[in-house]
């Protein structure tokens, strides 16, 4: 009889409990109104058709987007939601397109290589040609996307031929520097140009390039080739920059 | 178990008001209420010492309003009658409104052969019985140089006193990069600003000083041997000295809190990692292993047993912290761009740039950022625009020292811990990276 009486005393002391502790959270926590679904996110392709065209050639840059309010193209500006439109720039370029919605911003890139009309073949044309002479014409440097080191799968055909020039000259000393942009940190932009430095002197290596011919240093953002503050400039300054001897 | 549900949801109740409270106060507003301070200008007894006392008053002034912990008395609220000494002082007329003051300084600052003398006074407004707190006397060369080194020093007296125990910072330096002279060379000023003057001239790019906690070192990253490496220089003998050379993009040294380690970013394995070594730069050690960039480590200043670095193992650059040997690693942000570590003195918080929605088209700048390392939570100290990078702490754990682009070019701003009370400090030049002496 007595257990049974604190049975019921504990129970009607938890109910109590659970009563008030529910009834102090509800003011703590007002319920919050039904939450509207997440307006989605945007998607954008964009392509570009041919990849590579002969400088004076066209081509065709193809795009189309989803749950975007507002879609805009570097260099061309505010355009329709999905279309396209014929391009012939005279250098190689990276379009960008950005993509904003309710739901948030997207943005799509598209590479399109422009080959300069074949010049005269250096050494035939001059074959007392100076060994810097040379190297400022056949080494072609190599640039990056945005906060990355990774070689562009289109690069490396650029690699290939700059390998190929150095393992015929194993005489050449040479340096990569590594560049970045003007956006964001001083010393986390120095590592990164390190990083992209050694990606092309490891690609070098893979392709047979002698090590003792390459040096490495990393100039960050310390050194930019371009400084307004604009896609284009800042394309530039992404970059591997080969230069005839070492420091 | 009911029991115990019971018990959990009755700690939830408790803690939530908790949390929502505003927890940077706590952290940096020591001694609660703003203490009500008059600081009437020195009693000077002839004109020649004129301009000293000037540049004395503003200083004091400026030293004790930069502090963060008074409420500063206007000025044109105070008492006609100049007062030089304690008996000149009505406490009835400085203890009630217009001035309404509970603390008052003051004190008479005279020049005689050449020797600048200057007593200085704290009153305890409100106790008549027995109000003097601090009564001082200094002596110096008379020059404009002295007269602000004494007002500091007066100014981080009364700190000191009324500060919780805290003391000031009117006596520290700030070391940060300027291309002034047309390369980018390690520099020094004030903690206000003044006195801004080159410490090294190498010619070449030098980049994020770091001052030893000894006062007597300065450590950076420099390209005056090609690449990047570290950079030793002595404030003492004002050269650089001997440093090893670790090859590689070698950059970022922060000093342990001890002077006896320094932890720095090097690419000597052909991938930047963070290292440790020594303050010689023996005993080199490895502390991480993933591919892409690792840079910019700082200690935690009250164990030496952590490390906060920035790096883009997973894409974009982002806040990590681990054990300082290199275990126990953890990430602290989630998003963005975060970059530039620094971590307060009390080992409570880490202030960082970080952008925090970043892409193109994206809204927000790089801003500063405090973030309680125990909670991981975080506040926005900088809304002005601009760029503002380099976050670094002054000893006394109440401001922050950083750079900023709001103005159109690369300056050096400080504020208090909270965000409040924005100041700029350079206005010549391109000026960055700046970091706040430990004493």
């Not at chain 1, 072609?140 to 562009?152: A, E, G, N, Q, V």
């Not at chain 2, 502090?67 to 008492?79: C, E, L, N, Q, T």
């Not at chain 2, 707190?133 to 006193?161: C, G, M, W």
């Amino acid at each position: 009889m007595k257990h049974r009486k604190m049975k019921w005393t504990l129970l009607v002391l938890s109910l109590a409990a659970i009563v008030v502790i529910g009834g102090c959270k509800k003011k703590q926590v007002p319920s919050a109104p039904p939450a509207a679904p997440p307006p989605p996110q945007p998607r954008a392709t964009l392509s570009v058709s041919p990849e590579s065209i002969d400088r004076g050639g066209t081509a065709t840059l193809t795009w189309s987007t989803q749950d975007a309010t507002s879609v805009t193209i570097d260099g061309i500006g505010s355009v329709q939601p999905n279309g396209s439109q014929q391009v012939s720039p005279s250098t190689s370029t990276t379009y960008h397109l950005t993509a904003q919605g309710p739901g948030g911003y997207v943005d799509a890139t598209a590479r399109l290589t422009v080959v300069p009309p074949p010049a005269t073949p250096p050494q035939a044309a001059a074959p007392e040609e100076s060994e810097d002479a040379l190297f400022a014409q056949s080494v072609k440097d190599i640039y990056f996307d945005y906060d990355r080191y990774d070689l562009r799968p289109g690069d490396q055909a650029t690699i290939d031929a700059d390998a190929a020039f150095f393992k015929a000259h194993p005489s050449i000393r040479f340096t990569i520097e590594g560049h970045c942009d003007e956006r964001g940190s001083t010393d986390y932009n120095l590592a990164l140009g390190d990083n992209r430095a050694n990606a092309a002197r490891d690609a070098l290596i893979k392709a047979g390039v002698a090590a003792s011919q390459i040096k490495v240093i990393s100039y960050g953002k310390e050194k930019p080739f371009c400084s307004e503050s604009t896609e284009s400039c800042w394309q530039q300054n992404r970059r591997d920059h080969f230069v005839y001897g070492q420091k | 178990m009911k029991r115990f549900v019971v018990l959990a949801a009755v700690l939830f109740a408790l803690v939530l008001p908790a949390l929502s409270q505003d927890w940077i106060r706590t952290g940096t507003g020591v001694g609660g209420e703003k203490i009500r301070l008059a600081v009437a200008d020195f009693k000077i007894p002839s004109a020649e010492a004129d301009a000293l006392d000037k540049t004395f008053n503003a200083v004091l002034f400026n030293d004790l309003h930069q502090a963060g912990i008074f409420d500063m008395v206007s000025k044109s609220f105070y008492p006609l009658a100049a007062i030089g000494a304690p008996a000149d002082v009505r406490l009835d007329a400085w203890g009630a409104p217009p001035p309404n003051a509970a603390m008052l300084a003051f004190g008479n600052l005279a020049v005689r052969a050449g020797t600048l003398q200057v007593q200085g006074w704290l009153f305890d407004v409100k106790n008549a019985q027995n109000p003097q707190v601090l009564a001082k006397q200094y002596r110096e060369s008379a020059t404009d140089e002295n007269a602000r080194l004494i007002a500091h020093r007066f100014a981080d007296e009364i700190i000191f006193r009324l500060g919780g125990g805290l003391s000031g910072i009117a006596e520290t330096k700030i070391y940060f990069i300027s291309s002034r002279t047309g390369h980018k060379e390690v520099w020094a000023m004030d903690y206000d600003g003044a006195g801004q003057h080159p410490v090294t001239r190498l010619g070449s790019i030098s980049l994020g000083p770091r001052v030893s906690p000894d006062n007597s070192r300065v450590a950076f990253a420099s390209f005056f041997k090609g690449g990047p490496n570290i950079a030793m220089w002595s404030l003492e003998l004002g050269r650089l000295v001997q440093f090893p050379s670790f090859g590689g993009t070698t950059l970022s040294p922060a000093w342990s809190s001890d002077g006896t380690r320094i932890a720095f970013s090097s690419s000597r394995s052909g991938d930047p990692e963070i290292y440790v070594c020594d303050q010689n730069g023996n005993n080199l050690k490895r502390l991480t292993a993933y591919h892409g960039p690792d840079v910019s480590p700082v200690w935690n200043p009250k164990t030496n047993a952590q490390i906060a670095w920035v790096s883009g193992r997973t894409g974009l650059p982002q806040i990590y912290i681990m054990d300082s040997d290199g275990t126990n690693v953890q990430r602290v942000t989630d998003q963005g761009y975060a970059v530039s570590p620094s971590w307060s003195p009390n080992g409570q918080f880490l202030a960082f740039a970080w952008v925090r929605h970043y892409g193109p088209g994206a809204p927000g700048a790089s801003d500063i950022y405090l973030m309680d390392v125990a909670s991981r939570q975080w506040v926005q100290l900088t809304h002005d625009g601009g760029r503002n990078d380099f976050p670094s702490w002054s000893p006394d754990g109440r401001h922050i020292v950083y750079q900023s682009t709001r103005g159109g070019s690369e300056q050096i701003w400080s504020m208090l811990a909270d965000g409040s009370q924005q100041t700029q400090l350079t206005f010549t030049g391109s000026n960055s990276q700046p970091n706040w002496s430990w004493k």
